[in-house]
């Protein structure tokens, strides 16, 4: 009967809607960025230098991208880089976070101040720290007018340290937003649930290890891409603090696929690199995923 | 998908396009990194005779890395269809470009104006493709320089050290009397910008060629190029323990405050001495690097003229011209502490480090002993300059001595090609 | 439920508290170290900068600095200062963030609440969309936009940035609709409402919280995004950190340090505004919602 396909295609459209909405993200996704994955992989085996160009050479790039130095150092400073990095903006967030939601008088004071850093654009910000980290004019300068003489920091000039000190700004700039992270995530859980757990006689470490830890789990994920991708893109961050100097000593893989695809036209290197930190990042992302979003059962 | 057209197929393509977005009439776009005080107001002389003319300027700054951030942003533009009419551009990279075969040709003008017997022959290497006009070179910057403060020098007694030894002794003297011999800046371009002038002063002007610009293996890893980076360690004992990632003009700072005594650098840091109302000559001496005198090594700004509509030429080809003319090329290189890029400029507006330089630029062009800088592209095209930077920074750096670093050079170069 | 509306429930002693406090105090003044230094430098004349202690407090208070970098600061040929550059970045930024969180909030709620088979796999390719490095972006995405006819163009700035932020907004959406009752959801359509009547009746109101962090992300990220500000505008619509970094950058120009650092504190003026106006939705949020009790 008339009504009743009419109420079928209603439920039908019902059904299809979701996916409609949908359709455009997936559309745009497989396009812009799978679609110029592939492209990436291709241009990986030519000869482009300056711009693409389509001289198949084989293997060549990946081969002189092996005989760089300064690539494997980079990979090395990244593994470095990223482990503290997001360790640290982790553990330093969420216990902002959990700090910040003892209900604090000054809760819209400090939120502010604590996410601050991201606002700024590191091309300048970067002059700022590179200043303060400097032994010659920054904090060990000021501590020994201060009196303190025997005070020592200057792991921004040695090779062997200056990437801590990149750790350490970028741990300045978004620490503050992974706490909003956990922050949104902790104001999502039920406090009915926790005062009944607290009427039950739980201690305070025990409820957050037991009960709230546990239901932040989404955030952390987010938490986790959002600082994996950082780690991996951070580019300005050196550019403005080291320049990835003394040397070469704090090159990382995104300094190095921007300079020898743009800097030094030399596009299939470029192209190579970023299929390389393409296939790590999935070595280590694909498992973590599978892992966190598998269905529940 | 873009990966299946053929080159020809993309620039034809290109060239379509950008013929037929529309333009105001009689304007030029200009992409360039001119964009701290001087250098700007410098270019705005252009931009009005341009206007003089009815020429409107479209102005597009992309600062950044000497140039480094223009280039990446000219690469989206031709990718887009949309090149720029004029950029501004560096020694191989106007090469590079040319060979993609999107630039234009100026054939006429130059032969019109004459630019081939006031150009100097070192500089039309870049300015022309296949004998082809296709840039016009706005200044010409040399980069072995070495600035010093005359106070202190003379404080310490300290004449203008005329050969290395000379130089080495009077950065000794002046560590000796407790202050810094050589304030610098530890980036590799400005290593880079010191290996220079080293390397010159190791071998002169022969094996500079043979080394940086035939790119000789024998020549990258012989004796001479041991020799070269051992006065680069020999240097690095004369630096401060903070000169990593140091700016050069707070480099620049130190010599000028008396902290320092020497800075080799190229002839930016002019403009420092000068805007701290310090003299040539009275203040602060100007001179080139122990060993290379009558050696000049160069980098030059040029305008690259991209293929534009019919309707754009004329515009184009009138900016071109107004670059090349002497006036300009004498107040803006006035003011960007830099030497005009013909050879019959009169030299009345410039100060003494000016006049110095454009007569030993004359001097060197008619020699032959015009070179390009390696430190600034103008020697060897960005993968082998880049390459160079690597073995230069790690030599300096301490993570190669003066052997290993020559070993590895020969074997970066190689491999950058 | 208590008189203070924010915060858990979880309570505390009193010497607890002052711990607290006393961290989150040292904390504050990590993240306003370099804020600090920036500050007294930009109020302090270019040669106290580099001839004297850039830790010190100025000897010569000016401002001078900041009216330069606002409005007669050399940017290109021409002295505009960063003034006429934030009309572009606001034109490009506003409808960017907005799309960008709406499509995000919209795949979340998808993702999560009409679940079908392969909606995980496709999330998870969004999700390592994100990782795609922007470098191997630029070329392709250059050509294409020449042949859509974007090139240049403020729209053309907006689709790019909303192609590169819904990985993340929709991850974070996703994972704070997770958390959501479906139970809800199932009960409102029982009673008849449809897909977006279910979305803005039932989710929007809760999604204080992550609208925040989405927005402040988005515009963060957008606002201060440099590589396709510089590849994908035209002259005219130049945003401000392409403006920004021509002030602060040159290779062989003089730099005034104290106009670069009033100029990053200008240009990150609309960012902080973001932050402390959308603060107050973190609490909002949380008022309205039933599910913190």
């Known amino acids: 009967m008339a009504r009743e396909t009419a109420l079928d295609l209603r439920t039908r459209l019902q059904e299809w809607i979701p996916k409609l909405v949908l359709a455009p993200s997936v559309a745009v996704m497989l396009v812009f960025v799978y679609g110029f994955i592939l492209f990436t992989a291709f241009l990986s085996f030519t000869d482009s230098k300056i711009l693409p160009s389509y001289g198949l050479v084989g293997w060549h790039n990946y081969w002189r991208l092996f005989q760089l130095p300064t690539w494997s150092l980079a990979i090395e400073n990244l593994a470095i880089f990223a482990a503290l990095y997001i360790v640290i903006c982790s553990v330093i967030g969420l216990t902002l976070a959990i700090l910040l939601d003892q209900k604090i008088r000054g809760e819209g004071m400090l939120r502010p101040i604590y996410l601050y850093p991201m606002a700024l654009s590191f091309i300048v910000t970067g002059t700022a720290w590179k200043w303060l980290l400097d032994p010659g004019i920054g904090i060990e300068h000021t501590l020994h007018l201060w009196g303190w003489t025997s005070f020592h920091f200057a792991w921004i000039k040695e090779s062997d340290f200056a990437i801590y000190t990149v750790v350490i700004a970028a741990v300045w700039q978004t620490s503050g937003f992974v706490m909003a992270m956990f922050l949104a995530g902790l104001r999502g859980i039920d406090n009915e649930i926790l005062k009944a757990a607290q009427m039950d006689g739980a201690s305070n470490w025990n409820l957050y290890r037991r009960i709230i830890i546990p239901q932040l789990r989404p955030a952390f994920l987010s938490a986790f891409v959002i600082l994996a991708h950082l780690a991996v893109k951070s580019y300005d961050l050196v550019v403005a603090l080291t320049g990835g100097g003394p040397g070469r000593a704090t090159e990382l893989p995104a300094t190095f696929m921007y300079s020898y695809t743009f800097t030094r036209n030399e596009m299939g290197v470029g192209a190579a690199s970023a299929v390389i930190m393409l296939m790590t990042i999935a070595a280590i992302m694909v498992p973590y995923l599978y892992a966190e979003l598998k269905e529940p059962k | ?417 | 439920m208590s008189a203070v509306s924010q915060g858990t429930a979880v309570s505390t002693g009193r010497f607890t508290r002052v711990l607290i406090h006393v961290t989150l105090l040292v904390f504050a003044l990590f993240y306003l170290l370099p804020l600090v230094v920036m500050l007294i430098n930009s109020v302090k004349p270019l040669g106290e900068i580099t001839g004297g202690n850039m830790m010190a407090l100025p000897k010569v208070w000016t401002i001078q600095p900041w009216l330069e970098a606002w409005s007669t600061a050399q940017i290109g040929v021409q002295p505009t200062g960063l003034r006429p550059y934030f009309i572009n970045s606001i034109e490009m930024v506003v409808p960017a963030v907005a799309i960008s969180t709406l499509m995000g909030a919209l795949n979340g709620y998808v993702l999560t609440k009409w679940r079908f088979r392969g909606d995980t796999v496709l999330f998870g390719l969004m999700l390592f969309s994100c990782f795609i490095p922007f470098q191997i972006v630029l070329i392709p995405m250059a050509r294409l936009l020449g042949l859509m006819g974007l090139a240049g163009t403020v729209p053309g700035l907006i689709f790019v940035h909303v192609v590169y932020g819904l990985g993340f907004t929709t991850l974070y959406f996703r994972n704070y609709y997770a958390a959501f009752p479906t139970e809800l959801v199932r009960a409102a359509q029982i009673d008849g409402a449809g897909f977006f009547r279910i979305f803005t009746r039932i989710l929007l109101p809760l999604s204080g919280p992550i609208i925040v962090v989405t927005v402040i992300w988005q515009f963060t990220n957008i606002w201060n995004d440099f590589l396709f500000g510089s590849s994908f505008s035209g002259q005219a619509s130049q945003p401000m950190t392409v403006a920004l970094n021509n002030l602060v950058q040159s290779s062989t120009g003089v730099k005034a340090y104290n106009v670069h650092f009033a100029g990053a504190i200008l240009a990150a003026l609309p960012t902080l505004f973001v932050y402390i106006v959308s603060g107050r939705f973190f609490v909002r949020g949380l008022m309205a919602g039933s599910v913190k009790g």
């Open chain 2, 1 to 417: 998908m873009r990966g299946y057209l053929g080159k020809t197929l993309t620039i034809a393509a290109m060239l379509a396009m950008s013929a037929g977005i529309a333009r105001a009439d009689g304007s030029v776009e200009v992409l360039h990194w001119w964009t701290s005080g001087g250098e700007a107001a410098a270019l705005n002389v252009l931009k009005q005779d341009l206007q003089k003319e009815g020429i409107g300027w479209k102005d597009m700054p992309v600062a950044g890395g000497g140039g480094e951030q223009a280039m990446t942003v000219l690469r989206a533009r031709v990718t887009a269809g949309d090149p720029p009419t004029a950029v501004q551009m560096l020694g191989y990279d106007i090469q590079d470009w040319a060979k993609q075969g999107v630039l234009a040709n100026l054939d006429d003008i130059a032969a019109k104006d004459g630019w081939d017997k006031v150009v100097p022959a070192a500089l039309q290497k870049f300015s022309k493709y296949d004998g082809h006009w296709i840039a016009v070179p706005v200044d010409v910057h040399s980069t072995n320089w070495v600035w010093a403060n005359k106070k202190l020098l003379d404080s310490l007694g300290i004449a203008q050290p005329k050969t290395w030894d000379d130089f080495v002794a009077a950065l000794q003297k002046v560590k000796d009397a407790g202050k810094i011999p050589l304030a610098m800046g530890g980036q590799p371009w400005q290593e880079a910008t010191m290996f220079d002038g080293v390397v010159l002063s190791v071998g002169g002007p022969d094996f500079y060629k043979k080394a940086f610009i035939d790119l000789d293996p024998a020549a990258l890893g012989g004796p001479q190029m041991v020799e070269a980076f051992k006065r680069m360690d020999q240097l690095k004992g004369f630096v401060d323990p903070n000169f990593s990632g140091r700016d050069w003009n707070l480099a620049t700072a130190m010599v000028i405050k008396g902290d320092a005594a020497f800075q080799m650098m190229g002839d930016w840091a002019k403009g420092e001495f000068l805007r701290a109302n310090m003299k040539p000559g009275v203040d602060f001496m100007c001179f080139r690097t122990p060993g290379t005198d009558g050696d000049v090594t160069f980098n030059s700004d040029q305008f690259v003229m991209f293929k534009v509509g019919k309707d754009q030429q004329a515009a184009q080809n009138a900016m071109a011209e107004a670059v090349m003319s002497p006036s300009f090329q004498s107040s803006f290189n006035v003011v960007k502490g830099s030497v005009p890029a013909r050879t019959d400029v009169p030299d009345t507006a410039f100060d003494d480090c000016g006049k110095m330089a454009m007569a030993q630029l004359k001097q060197a062009n008619d020699k032959g002993t015009l070179l390009g800088s390696m430190a600034h592209g103008h020697a060897n095209p960005a993968a082998v300059k880049n390459a160079i930077y690597d073995v230069v920074t790690a030599n300096f750096n301490g993570d190669y001595d003066a052997e290993r670093a020559a070993k590895e050079l020969v074997k970066a170069v190689a491999l950058a090609q």
